[in-house]
Nanobody, 126 residues
């Protein structure tokens, strides 16, 4: 069974950058589409970005488009989220999880299970 662990969060000033990692174990990451979600205090989980397994197609929420880049290194069983030009409103706990894929190979911000991992905290100061 695939298990995912997030890391790379921290405290950064507005305008700074961070790279989050989602490390997989228990199964081959290459078989799965992966999505990043985030949850700010008092808010619902928000879909941020995802990447398909076969086509490599990606998706970005409008709020992060042009600032965040998702990538995957199947050899390292890891998915990354490079975050640049960070804003205070990016402050949240970030989670990675497996997501669904459309018939055209486009990843969807729809989880395949209900489990949330521990996440990694990102705090952006103004």
């Amino acid at each position: 069974q695939l298990q995912l662990v997030e890391s790379g969060g921290g405290l950064v000033q507005a305008g700074g950058s961070l790279r989050l990692s989602c490390a997989a174990s228990g199964d081959t990451l290459a078989y799965h589409a992966i999505g990043w979600f985030r949850q700010a205090p008092g808010e619902e989980h928000e879909g941020v970005s995802c990447i398909s397994q076969d086509t490599g197609k990606t998706y970005y929420a409008d709020s992060v488009k042009g600032r965040f880049t998702i990538s995957r290194d199947n050899a390292k069983n890891t998915v990354y989220l490079q975050m640049s030009s960070l804003k205070p409103e990016d402050t949240a706990v970030y989670y990675c999880t497996t997501v669904q894929v459309s018939m055209r190979g486009q990843c969807l911000m729809a989880r395949t299970d209900t489990y949330w991992g521990q996440g990694t905290q990102v705090t952006v100061s103004s």
